[in-house]
């Protein structure tokens, strides 16, 4: 093409383009890209993980505020306006009214369990199993099951408290606003305590007690990262029960002196009562449960029997209904003879026990407040006895909080419970005595809190909420190879050397005539066999020994440790022994480090 030809397509060119209508531009982002990009904010920074725990902290202190409104206008609507204001001290009321009523709210609570268990039977996961299995997933329709269930059993005067229901509600509310962000693991776990303790600040109008309730029960360790999101949450809901002006549940001590050397020793003791008593409580919870399993073969009546049971004993005393707030604040308000203190422990202790295997949803956090409390007043009677000038109010509250630390499993919560609920810092160093020592003697003795024990009668392994579902999801099925090279038993040892020669790999997966595994060969010892050696066949190894896909890493290491071997064939079954891929030990260990460095970045809140 000549120059002038270029010449004249240039100009043209040109003229086109200014004469061309350009459409115009748009530099609005549309609505579905600025949600987006907000849910990217708020994944990307540690500021968005505090703003989700604002709205946890609000929907969880609503959702707790709710709970205790509705088992409140129960007690009034079935037992007369006094129970508005507790049931354990309720007074005056008819005795067919107190026999009844708990059967009849068994008898409704099992036939809502009986609908569950056909429409729905999957059990419900609760925060601390959802952060130790399931990385925070949880389900708002199980916190609302859970929940239900909770304020029929406390409402009809069940011995049993609101707790579970609290964190239930409040973890999945939690883990379902985690869900809309798409939270990682790591966060989802935090943001579920988040709802925790918020639910148990709103409660107990304690915001120091819901935070580290989430630190030792729900998220399972404590990680400056958790720290503000934690602590926010708390603290809003905490503000939030202020606002709608909820009743704190405190307790009146008076002046509290403070503790010296011998109160400190008379602590340690009780704490060490405390911590075997707690024991006792466990396990006669699993007791009665079988027993009462025995004796009422039908699952729908058995919390009928119970309810009927407690109703027998709140003839006796009303303390045995509900969780015992109005008790609690007798105990500290009024003193007794040591008989009559000692006749409410042991009635308070047969109510708890047998609602809760009797079937009722709810805890034991309550009811081990005010055990502990009581056996606080009893062994402060004795101490005082021996040394004069004993302060027994003291011992009520170390008393109150080993109890509560040995059940739940949280000292660190109890102790702060203990100053929030008193507002005496002299508390404080009795009382952390107590609950360490208490603490410890659960675990060495007996090594579960109540949630985990009911977990362990389940057949769960999980000790704490820390997190070991990630192990479980590294699976051998996912770290294994699929491109298995197999040799028949019956190959002769020089085609197989020349098939695999030396340094082209180290073993080779043998089967038999029908396609089943058969064993390793391995490619060295192959090639120095000696010549009598004709097949394969003699050379095999581990000819009984292989893993299976639904192996997690945990079960695989112990496979290879027992039997010292750097490989491993992957079976379909061990009745099939089909191969389908083979493990090396180096591999498994290196993917397990790089999983578990992944999870304590994670904890730690340090980028990886």
């Not at 000549?2 to 383009?17: I, M, P, T, V, Y």
């Not at 006895?385 to 109890?403: H, I, N, R």
């Not at 019956?490 to 050397?497: K, N, V």
Request: hydrophobic residues 50%; proline residues 4%.
């Amino acid at each position: 093409m000549s120059f002038g030809a270029w010449e004249r397509l240039h100009r043209s060119a040109r003229q086109g383009l200014r004469h061309a209508a350009l459409p115009p531009l748009h530099w609005h982002v549309r609505p579905e890209r600025g949600l987006a990009a907000f849910r990217a904010w708020v994944r990307r920074g540690e500021l968005g993980l505090v703003g989700l725990a604002v709205a946890a902290g609000l929907l969880s202190g609503l959702l707790a505020l709710a709970m205790g409104w509705l088992a409140q206008g129960l007690h009034a609507a079935l037992f007369g306006p006094e129970g508005a204001h507790g049931l354990s001290t309720l007074r005056g009321a008819h005795p067919l009214v107190l026999l009844l009523v708990p059967a009849l709210g068994g008898l409704l609570l099992g036939l809502l369990n009986l609908g569950l268990a056909r429409w729905r039977p999957k059990q419900p996961v609760d925060p601390i199993e959802a952060n130790a299995l399931h990385g925070g997933q949880m389900s708002l329709w199980d916190g609302a099951v859970v929940a239900v269930q909770n304020i029929l059993s406390n409402g009809f005067g069940a011995s049993v408290g609101l707790e579970a229901g609290y964190t239930q509600a409040g973890g999945g509310a939690a883990s379902r606003l985690g869900r809309s962000f798409g939270l990682r693991r790591g966060d989802m776990r935090v943001l579920v305590g988040c709802g925790a303790a918020g639910a148990i600040a709103a409660a107990f109008d304690a915001p120091l007690t819901g935070a580290f309730y989430a630190f030792e029960l729900v998220i399972g360790t404590y990680a400056i990262a958790a720290l503000a999101p934690v602590v926010t949450s708390a603290v809003v809901a905490t503000l939030l029960r202020r606002a709608l002006g909820g009743d704190a549940v405190l307790v009146t001590t008076g002046s509290i002196a403070l503790p010296d050397a011998s109160a400190y020793g008379l602590a340690l003791l009780l704490g060490l009562l405390c911590g075997l008593a707690g024991i006792a409580l466990m396990r006669g919870v699993a007791l009665a449960e079988t027993g009462i399993r025995r004796a009422v073969p039908w699952p729908t009546l058995r919390p009928a029997a119970g309810g009927l049971a407690v109703g027998m004993l709140a003839l006796i005393s009303p303390v045995a209904l509900s969780a015992g707030h109005g008790a609690l604040h007798e105990t500290f308000a009024a003193s007794g003879p040591a008989w009559a203190v000692l006749a409410v422990v042991a009635l308070k202790t047969v109510a708890s026990v047998v609602s809760l295997g009797a079937g009722f949803r709810g805890g034991l956090f309550f009811s081990s407040l005010l055990l502990g409390a009581l056996l606080g007043r009893l062994f402060g009677a004795g101490a005082e006895w021996l040394l004069p000038g004993t302060d027994t109010v003291l011992l009520a509250v170390v008393g109150m909080s080993a109890f509560g630390a040995a059940v739940v499993g949280a000292p660190l919560a109890m102790t702060f419970l203990a100053l929030e609920s008193t507002g005496s810092f002299a508390v404080t160093g009795s009382v952390l005595t107590a609950v360490t020592v208490a603490a410890l003697v659960v675990r060495r003795l007996f090594g579960y809190s109540f949630a985990t024990w009911r977990f362990h009668l389940r057949g769960e392994t999980i000790r704490s909420a820390h997190d070991v579902g990630w192990l479980r999801d590294l699976t051998v099925g996912k770290l294994m190879r699929r491109d298995v090279r197999t040799v028949k038993t019956d190959t002769r040892l020089s085609a197989f050397r020349r098939d695999f020669p030396l340094g082209s790999t180290g073993r080779v997966v043998a089967v038999d005539e029908a396609g089943r595994y058969a064993g390793l060969v391995p490619v060295p010892e192959a090639h120095a066999a000696e010549e009598a050696v004709t097949t394969v066949a003699e050379l095999l190894q581990l000819r009984d020994r292989a893993l299976l896909p639904a192996m997690n890493a945990k079960q695989a290491m112990a496979v290879f440790d027992a039997e010292e071997s750097e490989a491993l064939a992957v079976l379909d079954g061990a009745d099939t022994r089909r191969v389908i891929g083979l493990l090396t030990a180096s591999h498994l260990l290196r993917r397990y480090g790089e999983e578990l460095d992944r999870r304590r970045h994670e904890e730690s809140g340090i980028a990886a």
